[in-house]
C-alpha cells in the first residue's frame, strides 16, 4: 500500500444473513471506531431479499457499555430500502462507538445482509 493511504475495514454487521421481521428493529453489535476512522468515511453495501422495507439508522456512545443515542441532527442513514442491492455513504458525528439499526417499516418480512466500510 503507497505510504500515506489507509486500509478500508469492512464488518459483516450481522456476522451473516439477519432476518428481517415484521415491523421488527435490528441492533449491531457496538463497532469500535478509534483505530479504523482515521479518515471519517463511512458507507454500507446492502442486500434485502423478500418484501422487507428498511430504515437505516445508528445510535453512538461515548463508552462501549454505555447508553448508546441518536446524536442530535443525525442517526439517519437510509429509509425506504427494498429488494436489491446497493450502497449508502454516510457521515456519522465524531464518537468512539457506534452502532447499526435496521427497522422493518411495515409488515414485511424478508432478509438482510450488511456490510460495514470504514476509513
Known amino acids: 500500500m503507497p505510504k500515506g493511504l489507509r486500509p478500508i475495514t469492512t464488518y459483516n454487521v450481522y456476522g451473516g444473513t439477519q432476518a428481517v421481521t415484521k415491523s421488527g428493529v435490528h441492533t449491531s453489535q457496538a463497532f469500535d471506531l478509534r483505530e479504523v476512522a482515521q479518515d471519517g468515511l463511512f458507507s454500507l453495501e446492502y442486500t434485502i431479499t ?32 427494498t429488494v436489491g442491492h446497493g450502497g449508502l455513504a454516510f457521515e456519522p458525528e465524531m464518537y468512539p462507538f457506534i452502532k447499526l439499526v435496521a427497522t422493518e417499516n411495515g409488515t414485511n418480512t424478508g432478509t438482510l445482509v450488511l456490510m460495514f466500510n470504514i476509513q
Not at 50 to 79: E, H, M, Q, R
Open 50 to 81: 423478500g418484501s422487507a422495507n428498511i430504515a437505516l439508522t445508528y445510535t453512538v456512545c461515548s463508552t462501549k457499555d454505555g447508553t448508546y443515542f441518536t446524536p442530535t441532527g443525525g442517526g439517519s442513514i437510509a429509509s425506504g430500502l
